[in-house]
């Protein structure tokens, strides 16, 4: 009845492929955490669609909801839904009265405190969204949920409490001029009670708004299928990340269950599958063992790598970081999120390389060991155990999709098979391009239950 798709490294995966091609079976798709830094590119009918924060199975005609682990710009999300009807669609999209809202403040906030860390080794790469400062209130108590935005007197209210202590933040703290900066609108409680009022008259006028729980609830009552669609991977969620160079919610499948008022027996009773790249990528600071830095022809590597991969940010454009798979980060990943499946995404961009090699384990203080450490700092004192396969030629990969999985190259299918058997769960899928047609679907999850 439900299936989770989970991030099983740093985020950029290649999800939404998935979630695109399984989410045609289901009947509501949701988001359970994240905000619109989440970028993923959906294919259909031919024409791409960028999207950020929209649940990629709106695109195909889905219900899609964003639960309340998540964080919403409105903005962003009128603009997305905006263009979509510009381009002839009619998304279905509900946002949980639970979820926090993004204020400009958030932005602001989110951009001054990372430039103050560009200083130091604690800077996390984000995307200034405002996503880790809402996140931040939303522990504190302070946030403005979605709720409050249907009723005008509770959201001034919310505003007239908040707004003072962000302001004293950014001026007594951050030093900033508020009322000489270009940010003058998003410390002023009446500037942003009339933007974000007309916000909640829309989600009222539009009915765009449930009690996530208790709506997800009543579908799987009547029988749907449900699929749940994590943003970013599993090591940046907060809790099982390489922390301080994490998100700021959890991408593991049991944020699935506390991001959208479901049982987490529903999620356990489900599928759970894991998204893999075929090599490692990474947006933003921090230690990566498994990293093509080295000398001059690693760099060439991760150069070819990166613009066969197109491993540039989908919301960003920022070129990611490069390197070989990272075994024990997928055991780890396995362990946390209870993987009954696996997809194994871009075997087709290592193809036409002199060698093919993968971190099998980590040596740290003499000792070989075969999962992440606790700590970052501990993890980034790991050296890799490098372990080497036997390369695949370049081959027609639209006709190996077209052909199935004992077409993909002998070499290639040992590879797979080898990640396969580390893990402990089956594959799924292999994708061998970008597009939704250029996957190898060796099991649909919604027929395993």
Excluded at 331 to 345: M, P, Q, S
Excluded at 402 to 409: F, S
Excluded at 418 to 428: D, K, L, R, W
Aim: charged share 30%; hydrophobic share 35%.
């Amino acid at each position: 009845m439900t299936v989770t798709i989970v991030g099983s490294q740093l985020g950029d995966e290649g999800k939404g492929a998935l979630v695109d091609i399984w989410g045609g079976d289901a009947d509501v798709v949701v988001r359970y955490q994240g905000g619109d830094n989440a970028g993923h590119t959906v294919v259909q009918d031919g024409t791409e669609y960028k999207l950020s924060l929209v649940p990629s199975g709106a695109v195909r005609g889905k219900v899609g909801i964003l639960g309340n682990g998540c964080v919403v710009n409105p903005e962003t999300l009128f603009d997305e839904l905006d263009t979509l009807r510009e381009k002839g669609l009619d998304p279905d999209v509900r946002i949980a009265r639970r979820a926090h809202a993004i204020l400009p403040y958030h932005r602001v906030l989110d951009g001054i405190e990372e430039e103050v860390k560009s200083d130091s080794d604690l800077a996390a790469g984000t995307t200034k969204r405002g996503i880790g400062p809402t996140y931040e209130d939303k522990a504190g108590r302070r946030g403005i949920r979605i709720g409050d935005m249907l009723d005008p007197e509770v959201l001034r209210e919310r505003l007239e409490y908040v707004v003072p202590q962000k302001r004293a933040v950014a001026e007594e703290i951050y030093g900033l001029d508020v009322d000489e900066s270009d940010h003058a609108d998003a410390f002023d409680v009446d500037a942003l009670f009339e933007t974000y009022n007309e916000y909640g008259r829309r989600f009222r006028e539009e009915s765009m708004t449930v009690n996530c729980g208790d709506f997800l609830g009543q579908h799987i009552d009547d029988g749907d299928e449900l699929l749940f669609e994590g943003a970013q991977g599993t090591s940046i969620d907060i809790d099982h990340g390489i922390y301080p160079y994490v998100t700021s919610s959890n991408p593991t499948a049991g944020g699935a269950a506390v991001g959208t008022g479901v049982g987490p027996t529903v999620i356990g009773q489900g599928e759970v599958v894991g998204i893999v790249k075929a090599y490692l990528s990474r947006v933003g600071t921090g230690p990566l063992p498994t990293e093509l830095d080295g000398d001059d022809t690693e760099e060439e590597l991760a150069d070819f790598i990166r613009e066969k991969g197109g491993e540039f940010g989908t919301v960003t454009g920022r070129p990611r970081r490069i390197g070989w798979l990272d075994m024990p980060m997928l055991r780890h990943a396995a362990r946390a999120n209870g993987f009954t499946g696996i997809a194994v995404n871009h075997i087709d961009v290592l193809a036409g390389l002199d060698e093919v090699k993968v971190g099998h384990a980590y040596e740290l203080d003499g000792e070989e060991i075969e999962t992440m450490p606790a700590t970052t700092e501990r993890w980034g004192e790991c050296e890799p155990v490098l372990k080497s396969f036997e390369p695949w030629d370049e081959v027609d990969w639209a006709a190996v999709a077209e052909e199935g999985y004992e077409a993909i190259p002998e070499a290639a299918r040992e590879y797979l098979e080898y990640v396969s058997e580390e893990v402990g769960a089956p594959i799924y899928a292999i994708g061998v391009g970008p597009g939704r047609e250029e996957t190898v679907v060796r099991a649909n999850p919604f027929d395993s239950q």
